[in-house]
């Protein structure tokens, strides 16, 4: 089942739990930063990774999703990273952009916290986030390779 992992991060924090996921999975392309090097195409399962930015993802990520078509990509899964740790707008806008163009999109999100500017969630995503990437990697691949 062809796996890729993509994701725009401008701070780091969206790429540590990509790399994570692309990591737990077998048969899975590495990680990429959005634009990737190559278009996707029959692709089953994209996990498709995003920032919040005063409440939205980063235009390149939108971009990106525009580009794609359910002929390309058949199931995504979207994950992230912001300041509350639970999904927000910015999950919410990549769904509903996914939603519209009929691809079809796995209910479940994850989301946990990241550090950004000098204090705020300095210690995130922690041991716990990374653990709870790697099972919602698992639990999401087991559901659509069934
Ligand atoms: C300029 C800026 C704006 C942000 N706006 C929000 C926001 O509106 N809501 C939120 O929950 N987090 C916000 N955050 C926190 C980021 O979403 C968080 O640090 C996230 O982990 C960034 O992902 P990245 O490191 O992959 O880029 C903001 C951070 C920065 C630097």
């Known amino acids: ?15 540590k739990i990509a790399d994570v996921i ?3 999975l077998e048969d899975v392309l590495k990680s990429e930063q959005i634009p990737p090097a190559y278009p996707p195409e029959n692709v089953a ?7 919040e930015y005063a409440g939205k993802p980063d235009s390149k990520l939108l971009e990106f999703v525009r580009t ?4 390309r990509v058949k199931n995504v899964a ?6 509350k740790g639970v999904a927000g707008s910015a999950i919410a806008t990549v769904k509903s952009l996914l939603n519209e163009k009929g691809i079809n999109v796995v209910d479940e999100s994850f989301c946990c916290k990241g550090k950004f500017f000098i204090f705020a ?3 995130s995503p922690d ?3 990374i653990n ?8 999401v691949y087991n559901s659509i390779k069934a």
Request: aromatic share 10%; net charge positive; hydrophobic share 30%.
């Open 127 to 129: 041991s716990n986030d």
């Open 1 to 15: 089942m062809k796996t890729w992992v993509l994701y725009h991060s401008k701070g780091g924090n969206t790429k």
């Open 132 to 139: 709870a990437a790697k099972e919602y990697a698992k639990r």
């Open 22 to 24: 692309a990591n737990e």
């Open 45 to 51: 399962l994209l996990f498709l990774g995003t920032g």
């Open 78 to 83: 979207v994950f992230g990273t912001n300041g």
């Open 121 to 123: 969630n300095r210690k």
């Open 68 to 71: 794609l078509n359910k002929d």
